[in-house]
Each structure stands twice: as structure tokens, then as C-alpha cells.
């Protein structure tokens, strides 16, 4: 940790606890802390799911991840050479627990104290030209030097590059499947040649095979992970994109590699500086915007118990449930304004929004925003 405070450290049976709820049905990064938030602790909220979901009119009970299988996960973890480790422990890279949807838990595999370095992502096309593989080994040969680490996406192209290119300096590869399930298949000797200087990330459990959707999910950790993030190549519609644009709404510096107007691989990236982010030709365009911020650490988020006493737990009235669910459609909407618009307290619209939300039927967004799905 960089900002003063001591690291926590779960215990065994917390660990558990946690993982169950965070595998559970219907709770992501922001449910868990949301739930936490309200009830205190991951043992108590795990007991309180069907009960949310039922209020929220879920048509079943979520599906709660068995104790046992959090221990075969754990376990099969430790077989791997990986760790759990929970957001605010000593392991958790510090940036990361900025972002409002941080994963409670991350599994860790290889060297893992390189996470304190200064990290920089590095992603393009996964169709790479010669140039752009060639300004990729520049940069991060360059940032090596002058002791940053790279963090990509172990994706064909621009990020393989860029992996290959800080094996020396340290190179952190955050995957889309489990730590056993690696993608594409033929990366796997070079996500081997990366642990012993590097570190494997994932969120994703154990023996779980990366679907599409789950590549912008690994993407806000990529972002999450890093104090700016270069896109070498882009075309119009890309993932490195995404990234982008992930990395605005995080708070981190984008960079773009300028290209050749007449190749599609460029089309991202000039539109990217047309934008407003920093071109780059070379690393010391990106070292000397990233130098004066490095300092500069933002409070991390981490679950802060409300310590509610029984009668403030008490459920809705039906009346304040439905003139809050009233207020809700497939839009978007800022939770401040469901508060203000219900007249409802804040605590009885997030104890709504999270049966909801447990039943299957709202969405969360960035920005304190929420919709019906």
C-alpha cells in the first residue's frame, strides 16, 4: 500500500466467505460492495441473497457457490502456484483498488512484488504491421529503462509484442479466463517465460474459457492496472478501444501512436489524438507525462461497513419499493436522483436496488448510474 494505511489481511474462513459471494449469481465487484457495505460482512450477506431476491422478484434463488467449492477452487489455485488475494491485502496492486468496479478478489501466479512498480499498458492490433511490433519494442525497451513495467492483454499481435519485449524488466499479463485456462492457446509458453519476472492476473475462476464479453471486463483491469495506456494500432471498431475509453472514465492518461492515414490500423489511433490524447513516437513522451503523477494517488475504495443496527435493516414498505422501481427503466439512471425523485432514504433505495439487482433485474453502470435490465 502507497497511501499510509495497513494492509488487511483476511482470514481463512473470510476468504471463503468472500470468494462465495463474489462467485454467487448476480454479484459483480459492485453488488459485493454494495452488499458488504450493508450487511457487514460476506457471511451475512451470503445468507441474506435469497431473501433479497425473492423482494426483488426473482423468480428463483440465486445460485450461491457451494463452501466446497470455494475450498476446491482455493486449493486448486495453490496446486497452480497462485493466490487469492482480496482488494486492501498487501499483494493487491494499489491502482487497481481505485477503480469503482476493483474485483474483491484477484488471483495472482508468478513475481508477484513487481506490482509496485510503476506499470504502463501497451495494447493494438491483434493483426499487427512490422512497424507497429517495432515502435512496441522501442517503447517498452525505453520504459524498462527507465523502470517502468508493462501491462497488456497476452493477445496476438501488438500485446504479445509488448510481453515479449519486457521479459527482463517485468511484464504483468491480465487474462480474460482463469489462470488454467489461457488465451489464445499458443501464448502458453509465453505466459511461462513471463512468471519468473512477471505476473499472471485474472479475476476469472479456475477452468473458466473466455467468452467475448469477458475481454472488456479484462480490459478495465488492464486500465485499472497502469498510470496510462498506449494504443500502437486500432482500427475503427477495436477492443484497444475499449481500453481507451475505459482508461478516460479510470482517470488514467491515454497515449496514441500516430499513423499512416491509409492503413486501417491507424484509424483508431489518429482518431484517438484527434481526441485529444497524447501521440506518442517515442517513451519519453509517455515518461514525461507520467513523472509529475506519480505521486499523486487517489484514495482507494475499499468496503466501508455501514454498521447498520436491526431497525434501520428493516424491508421497504411495499409503497417505497414500488415508486422506486416505478422510477427505473432500461435507461440509466444517477442513484442520487432515484433518492431524490422517491423521497425515499438512501438506505432503503440501495437495499431496493440490491434485491433487484439479486433477482437478476438491474444493471450497474459507471458513475453511480443503475438501469432495469
Known sequence: MTDGTEPIRLTDEQRIDWLRLIRSQNVGPRTFRALINHFGGARAALEALPALARRGGGGASPQIYSRDEAEREIEGARKLGASLVAIGEADYPHRLQMIDDAPPLIALRGHTGMLTMPLVAIVGSRNASAAGVKITQRLVHGLGEAGFAVVSGLARGIDAAAHRASLTAGTVAVLAGGQDRVYPP???????????????????????????????????????????????????????LITARLALEQGREVFAVPGSPLDPRAEG?????????????????????????MGLELPAREPEPEHDDVAAR??????????????????????????????????????????????????????????LI
Open 186 to 240: 499458443e501464448h502458453v509458453e509465453l505466459l511461462e517465460a513471463i512468471l519468473p519476472t512477471g505476473v499472471a492476473l485474472t479475476e476469472m475462476p479456475l477452468g473458466w474459457e473466455p467468452r467475448a464479453r469477458d475481454f472488456p471486463r479484462r480490459n478495465r483491469l488492464i486500465s485499472g492496472l497502469s498510470l496510462g495506456v498506449v494504443i500502437v494500432e486500432a482500427a475503427k471498431r477495436s477492443g484497444s
Open 269 to 293: 489511433t489518429n482518431g484517438l489524438i484527434k481526441q485529444g490524447a497524447t501521440p506518442v513516437t517515442e517513451a519519453a513522451d509517455i515518461i514525461a507525462v507520467l513523472r509529475p503523477i
Open 314 to 371: 428493516a424491508e421497504p414498505a411495499p409503497d417505497e419499493r414500488s415508486r422506486i422501481v416505478a422510477l427505473l427503466s432500461p435507461t440509466p439512471v444517477l442513484i442520487d436522483d432515484l433518492i431524490r425523485l422517491s423521497q425515499s432514504s438512501p438506505r432503503v433505495v440501495r437495499m431496493v436496488l440490491l434485491e433487484l439487482e439479486i433477482a437478476g433485474r438491474l444493471e450497474r453502470h459507471g458513475g453511480g448510474l443503475v438501469s
